[in-house]
């Protein structure tokens, strides 16, 4: 299968030129994602509803490409302050109990004030 590109309509990829993911079967690599409610067009202040908001959006992403979050194997978490590890892992905890993908978090500045946590995935999927 050749690439795929998936857009979610943000104006953030617009601005920046990028895909929400990219599949080139059998991989699957979505892009970082915030707690962007695109259809609402808002962003909770609080951290935990923040990254439920990003699990819609992998969960999302990952159905458009045909995979789910039991076949991520990577994931990337960028934290605006080191405080938000907890709530933020106990979201991750609770969504990757049974796959416990790889982690690498990082505490950075965030490109926007609103947002207070970021996530990538890559999956592999398996039935390809």
């Known amino acids: 299968m050749a690439r795929r590109n998936i857009s979610q309509g943000s104006k953030f990829e ?29 962003i909770s202040d609080d951290i935990t509803e923040q990254t439920e908001q990003i699990f819609r959006n992998l969960n999302w992403a990952l159905k458009e490409a045909g995979a789910s979050l039991d076949d991520v194997v990577r994931v990337r978490v960028y934290l605006a302050a080191a405080e938000y590890f907890k709530p933020v892992a106990a979201v991750l905890g609770r969504e990757f109990a049974s796959v416990r993908p790889t982690n690498t978090t990082v505490v950075t500045d965030l490109v926007y004030p609103t947002m207070k946590v970021e996530i990538e995935v890559t999956a592999k999927k398996r039935d390809t």
Do not use: C, H, I, K
């Open 14 to 42: 617009e601005l920046a030129g990028y895909s929400r993911a990219v599949v080139d079967d059998p991989w699957v690599f979505v892009s970082g994602t915030t707690g962007f409610d695109y259809a609402a067009g808002t």
